[in-house]
T-cell receptor, first 113, second 113 residues
């Protein structure tokens, strides 16, 4: 298994509360990504990072922010959780852009009630 | 915008059959195509990565082909086993979409003993 740890693995939170999901890697890969997986929509990119403090938006970034202060950690924050953000969130890493193999974490199941 | 389609959405076969899963994409300007396996409630496991300059990749009983000009890839599974039961996802990395992987909706495979 690629050295990717997501925490927490499961979380239930109330609408309007802030939530932070953590992705930790031990591979020293430059690129890190956050995807969400929903029935009928598949996996979609939320944000990605191409280095410490370097991040960019993906396809479905509204309502989410990210931070990367160390190579090994990539945080995803829902500033004010909504029911539409109930999903399974996956972190992924790759050593470089375009052409490099991507490796995924085990996922975080988030339920917003 | 890149779109990825996987056919069929679900497939049930008896053990021992050889089978083919299909993946098509709309924009041939890709860096690579990657096949993943996902077990229920689990993360994505990378199976095969095909670079845009390659025609096929093999790993054990799995063989993936790529026809970039026609926007198609196939995953061939030889002598299927019940342990192959899972959802199979294909994803493309496009050079007009930065580092984003665009995923198909997956094929849910069941191999019956």
């Amino acid at each position: 298994d690629a050295g990717i740890t997501q925490s927490p693995r499961h979380k239930v939170t109330e609408t309007g509360t802030p939530v932070t999901l953590r992705c930790h890697q031990t591979e020293n890969h430059r690129y890190m990504y956050w995807y969400r997986q929903d029935p009928g929509h598949g996996l979609r990119l939320i944000h990605y990072s191409y280095g410490v403090k370097d991040t960019d938006k993906g396809e479905v970034s509204d309502g989410y922010s990210v931070s990367r202060s160390k190579t090994e950690d990539f945080l995803l924050t829902l500033e004010s959780a909504t029911s539409s953000q109930t999903s399974v969130y996956f972190c992924a890493i790759s050593v470089s852009q375009g052409g490099a193999e991507a490796f995924f974490g085990q996922g975080t199941r988030l339920t917003v009630v | 915008k890149q779109e990825v389609t996987q056919i069929p959405a679900a497939l049930s076969v008896p053990e021992g059959e050889n089978l083919v899963l299909n993946c098509s994409f709309t924009d041939s300007a890709i860096y690579n195509l990657q096949w993943f396996r996902q077990d229920p409630g689990k993360g994505l496991t990378s199976l095969l990565l095909i670079q845009s300059s390659q025609r096929e990749q093999t790993s054990g009983r799995l063989n993936a082909s790529l026809d970039k000009s026609s926007g198609r890839s196939t995953l061939y599974i030889a002598a299927s086993q019940p342990g192959d039961s899972a959802t199979y996802l294909c994803a493309v990395s496009s050079d007009n979409a930065g580092n984003m992987l665009t995923f198909g909706g997956g094929t849910r495979l069941m191999v019956k003993p």
